[in-house]
C-alpha cells in the first residue's frame, strides 16, 4: 500500500464520524508515528474537517533517558507537523507500585494509566470546544491499533480463556476511542514511513518475551507463519463471529435480566435470574459489575476483568452464595442477587475471592 492509499484510508475513516477534536495517542512508534504523519497529511489537504491533536504518556517504566527521549521525538514530530501536543508524565515506580498493589500485569496497569490520561484530556478538550452558549464538540482519541495488533489480542485472549466479547474483533470505534489504522497492516505502516522518510522511536521493551504480548509476536506467530500459513484468516473469522455471538448475548441478558438500582448497589430477582441459560446469567452479572464499576476506575475494572470469569461461572451455577470482589460484594438469598459497593478497606487489594 503507498502513502496516497494508507491517507486515503485514514481519511476513509474519518469521514464517517461528525467534526470534532482528534486527539491522536502518539507513544513515537511506527504506528502511531505514521498515524500521525497521515493525519497531518489528511488535515493539509482539506480532505475532512480536522481539529487534530496529539498526547504521549510518559508511562516511567523505562529508563528515563529512553522514556524522556520518546516524549522529545513525539513533541518535535509535533512541531513539524504543527499539532499542539501534551505530555504526561507518570511518575517512576508508580504504575509497578499500582500493579503489585493490584495484583496485575505491568501492561495492564500501564494501559490503564494510560487510558485514563487519554480520557481525562479528551474531556477537557471537548469541555473547551464549545463557543459561549453553543454545544460542545466531541472529542475521540486516536489509536494506531493495526489488523495485527488485532490478531494478536485475539491470540492473548484465546490464551486465556476468553468469552465471546473478548474475542471479538476490535472494532473501529467503540466509546472515545477510534482506530483508523485497524484495516491495515504493521507493514503497510512501516512502508508508508519509508515513503515519507519518517524516523519513528523503538520501544526497548517489545524485545522482553516476560511480557505475553512479546511472547505471541515473537515465539507463537513465526511457529503459526510456518505450520498454518492461514492463520490470519482463521483468527480474522473467530473475531467476527464472536463480535456476533457477543453482541447477541449482550442484549439478550440486558433484556432478560433486569438491575434493580440504588445509590450503592444493583440487584435482580433470584428466581428469574437461574431461570436463564448459563451463558446470559455471567453476561447479566458482568452488565450488573460494570455498572458499578465507574469507567475512571481502571483498576477495579482491569482486576475483576483478569480474574472474575471462573469465580463468576461458579456463582451462576448457585455453588456460592457470596463473593468479595474488593471493592464490590456479590450475594445472592432466596430473593435477591445483589451487587453492592463494599467499603472495608482491607479488601482494596484482594479481588474476587470467594466468601461463602
Known sequence: MNSINLENTVAAVLAEYPAGVYLAAVSGGADSTAMLAALAAVRDKGQTALNLRCIHVEHGIRPAEESQGDAAFVRSLCEQFEVPCRVVSIAPGKIAAAAKDRGMGIEAAARHYRHRAWFREAARLEAESGAPGGAALPARVLT???????????????????GPSGLAAMPVSRGRILRPLISLSRRDALNYLSEKNISWREDSTNSDIRFLRNRV?????????????QWR??????????????????????????WQTAPQS???DT??????PPIIREEALFQGIDQLLPSASAFKRAAS???????????CEGGITAIDLGSLRLTRDARRITISIFSDPRSQNRFLGVIA
Open 305 to 315: 476483568q483478569t480474574i472474575k470469569r471462573k469465580n463468576i461461572h461458579r456463582f
Open 233 to 258: 484468516v482463521g483468527v480474522a473469522a473467530l473475531g467476527e463471529t464472536q463480535s456476533l455471538a457477543a453482541d447477541f448475548i449482550q442484549s439478550e441478558a440486558a433484556l432478560r435480566v433486569q
Open 266 to 268: 444493583r440487584s435482580t
Open 217 to 229: 509476536r515473537r515465539r507463537l506467530i513465526p511457529l503459526l507463519e510456518e505450520s498454518f500459513p
Open 271 to 276: 428466581q428469574n435470574f437461574f431461570a436463564q
Open 144 to 162: 494506531a491499533h493495526t489488523a495485527d495488533d488485532m490478531r494478536e489480542t485475539v491470540l492473548m485472549r484465546l490464551l486465556r480463556g476468553a
